[in-house]
């Protein structure tokens, strides 16, 4: 049990020093991939949308699902989630451009 213990340990510090990441971390990320796919699909937009293609399906999703034209609050809520989502996306890409 002890020698497994130190593999275990051993594999996670060179999955470390190989990749920078600790092998838990790649479980976040797919995580965050998965929320932004569910994100592009209710927007309606493609995985490389521009901030205005993000604003424009945003608007087009709002006036369908806005509480004054049959939609409920939840929706507008989702709506507005994944805009925020898919915005933030664009700003860590553009951050980790040199």
Known sequence: MG???IFVVLGCVIVRIA????PWGWWSVSER???EAVARNLLGVNRNATREEIAEA???VLIRVHPDHGGSNEA?????AARDLLIARISRSEMELP
Do not use: E, F, I, P
């Open 19 to 22: 990749t920078g990441k600790w």
């Open 3 to 5: 020698r497994l213990l």
């Open 58 to 60: 945003h608007r087009r």
């Open 76 to 80: 507008v809520h989702q709506a507005n």
């Open 33 to 35: 991939s998965q929320d």
